[in-house]
């Protein structure tokens, strides 16, 4: 008992002392740069540490996820991995019961295109490398015209469940679900939290009149789009089918 006590009473003289230390403060720094390249030397002793990591690692990200009848690229206004993607976004959405009327994503957020024959893994993780979380944003119908003219400015934007005319960076003959838009009904847009956040010049985003976070990342909603395709033994084939024109 009497150790323990010496133990206490040591603990409560250490945190005085550091409690009655002055504050330190940076006197001067220095940025530099330290390159990173292949010919850098190997350190074996981290490479022994993350051989194990790396080989499960390795197998995972070499899953074939699809396959493909068509190297998939992107494009403007329009093209196939655009397509691909928020259509992705759309049927994934769905699945997870949100409640949206159209899916969008930002056209520099895809960043390869994806080739013909197999689709692998780590090949879906360079297209969309970021951690995105998808998000519900409501327009009202008017704010919803400015969207659509925001895309329109940007030479079009990948969509899903919807489509629309540029003219003069305008968005006109606007369908919705088929249906025209409706200058006094609200619309919910199924889209990341990086654009929600106005990411990207998306500053219409923040006259949104309601916005919700969900728990699904932007990447795992191609994934269980890709699933479907695979489990059903059917192959990538997607088109540029005309949901945005230029007049």
């Given at each position: 008992m009497h150790k323990i006590h010496q133990r206490i009473i040591a603990l409560v003289l250490l945190f005085s002392v550091v409690a009655c230390s002055p504050k330190l403060k940076v006197a001067q720094s220095k940025a530099q740069l330290y390159p990173i390249s292949a010919n850098l030397p190997?350190?074996?002793a981290l490479e022994t540490f993350i051989r194990p990591y790396r080989k499960t690692l390795d197998a995972t990200m070499h899953d074939v996820v699809a396959l493909s009848a068509v190297e998939i690229q992107k494009g403007r206004p329009e093209a196939p991995l655009n397509n691909l993607f928020a259509d992705a976004m759309f049927f994934s959405g769905k699945k997870w019961g949100l409640n949206f009327d159209i899916a969008y994503t930002n056209y520099g957020g895809l960043r390869i295109s994806l080739p013909?024959?197999?689709i692998h893994r780590y090949q879906v993780f360079e297209l969309?490398?970021?951690e995105n979380m998808l998000a519900l944003v409501t327009f009202s119908g008017k704010d919803m015209q400015a969207?659509?003219?925001f895309m329109a400015q940007t030479g079009g934007e990948p969509i899903s469940g919807a489509s629309y005319t540029i003219s003069g960076k305008k968005a006109t003959d606007i369908k919705i679900n088929g249906q025209i838009l409706d200058?006094?009904?609200n619309y919910t847009v199924l889209t990341s939290d990086y654009m929600a956040n106005g990411g990207d010049g998306g500053v219409i985003f923040s006259k949104a009149l309601k916005r919700d976070d969900t728990?699904?990342?932007l990447r795992d909603a191609l994934f269980l789009y890709l699933d479907y395709f695979k489990n059903n033994g059917i192959q990538l084939n997607p088109l540029a089918d005309g949901r945005i024109k230029i007049k």
């Open positions: 190997a350190d074996s013909k024959g197999e969309m490398p970021f969207f659509f003219d200058a006094n009904k728990p699904y990342k």
